[in-house]
Each structure stands twice: as C-alpha cells, then as structure tokens.
C-alpha cells in the first residue's frame, strides 16, 4: 500500500525568499513521486514527476525536488518564491496503484 | 491537444435533482479517473477505468453517485438524486497507464447543490 504525508498544511514564506514543501511517503513498490500544483478555482497542473531516475528532478517554474530513499521523503524546494507561486501543492505517490494524494500544503507568499 | 474537456464548468441545480457531469479524455489517453474535491475532505479518488471498463468504484460514496464509459473518448459521472453534501469541485483526468504514469486534470466542474 502506498501512502503520503503533506508536514505543513500551510507555508507562509515573503517574497525572494526559500520555498520548502515537505513530503513524507510510504510505499511497498519501487514508487514514482510527483508533485502537482492548484492555483486559486484552476484544475491540478504537473509541477514535476520522479520516476527512478535522477533523485534530484527539476520541474516547472523553477521548482525542484529530491528523492530520498533513507528518509522516504520528496520535499519541493525553489530558491526564490514568487507572488505567482501562490497555491496548493500535494505530493503524490503511486506503486502498483493509481495516484496517491496528500492532502495538500497552501503556500502563502508574502510580498 | 485540448487537453482534459469538463463540462458544464459550473452547474447550480435543487436537491432531488438529477446531475451529469461529462469528460472527454485527452486522445490516446487509456485510463480515467473521476475526482471530488471539498474543503473538508481534499482529493478524493471516486471512481477510475481502464480501457473503458471500471476498475475500481469503491471511492463512490453511495449508490447515487454511478458513472459510465461507454467509449474511450467520452465518460459521465451521474448523481441521482442530488443533495446538498454533494456541493464540491468534480475533476476528471486521464492518463496513458493507470499506474506510475502522470495524470492530467481537466479545469473541474463546481457543482452546487441548493
């Protein structure tokens, strides 16, 4: 079975500043990881996907996340957050089952 | 591509009516999936095919909910009768695989129950 644990329900960052996301995930496959984004009344867009390639995946609009197996995490990071940036964010994971949902982190930016 | 086509976009509708939600896959794309989306309760998994044959129903809340494929470029999601706890975001999505592959949401569908 596979599971996702979104830590933060709400991250508030100020503008150019760090973002970080993070994704806890259990899972008894070999799991691919993804993270998609939701912005205000919009559908679920694709930020970035790791399929056991590189541990380290960039995505879209500069965010970037890192696989790590010891620690069965996914956390998104992006250097310098922008008002745009503003949304919902849920880590996903799948094995041998579909998609896998936390239950979603808003990120407020702060200008 | 048009990518994930959802309609109506919005429908306002009295409880005891009947309610189609419609969803056009992306072409090619083999499996479906239907989504309700709450404040309360997030992301819910309701239904998904593959190949235009259900899979898995066990996310449909109750018998008023049911859901068609009847080809691979068309799907409902039917409620009947319609209540006021079934007001939420309906996505659909589909993908090339129903596992490991990414799935591609359609705008969403905000139905409102009176």
């Known amino acids: 079975a596979q599971s996702v644990t979104q830590l933060d329900s709400h991250v508030s960052v100020s503008e150019g500043t760090p973002v970080l996301l993070r994704c806890n995930y259990s899972?008894?496959?070999?799991?691919?990881l993804f993270w998609y984004v939701q912005h205000p009344n919009k559908g679920l867009q694709l930020l970035l996907k790791?399929?056991?390639?590189?541990?380290l995946v960039k995505g879209i609009n500069g965010f970037e996340a890192e696989f790590k197996k010891s620690e069965t995490s996914f956390h998104l990071t992006k250097p310098s957050a922008h008002m745009s940036d503003a949304a919902e964010y849920f880590c996903?994971?799948?094995?041998?089952?579909?998609?896998?949902f936390g239950k979603g982190t808003r990120l407020s930016v702060i200008a | 591509d048009a990518g994930v086509i959802q309609s109506p976009r919005h429908e306002v509708t009295e409880m005891g009516q009947e309610v189609t939600l419609r969803c056009k896959p992306i072409?090619?794309?083999?499996?479906l999936f239907w989504y309700r989306q709450t404040m309360m309760r997030g992301l819910e998994l309701l239904i998904y095919?593959?190949?235009?044959?259900?899979?898995?129903d066990s996310g449909m809340p109750e018998d008023r909910f049911s859901a068609k494929m009847p080809n691979a470029s068309f799907s409902t999601l039917k409620i009947q009768p319609s209540e006021p706890r079934d007001s939420a975001v309906y996505f659909c999505?589909?993908?090339?695989?129903?596992?490991?592959?990414?799935?591609?949401f359609g705008p969403g569908t905000r139905l409102t129950v009176l």
């Open positions: 999505a589909s993908s090339l695989r129903r596992e490991n592959n990414e799935q591609f």
């Open positions: 899972s008894s496959y070999s799991p691919s």
């Open positions: 790791y399929t056991s390639a590189a541990t």
């Open positions: 996903v994971v799948t094995g041998n089952t579909p998609l896998v």
């Open positions: 072409s090619g794309h083999n499996s």
């Open positions: 095919f593959n190949n235009n044959v259900p899979i898995d």
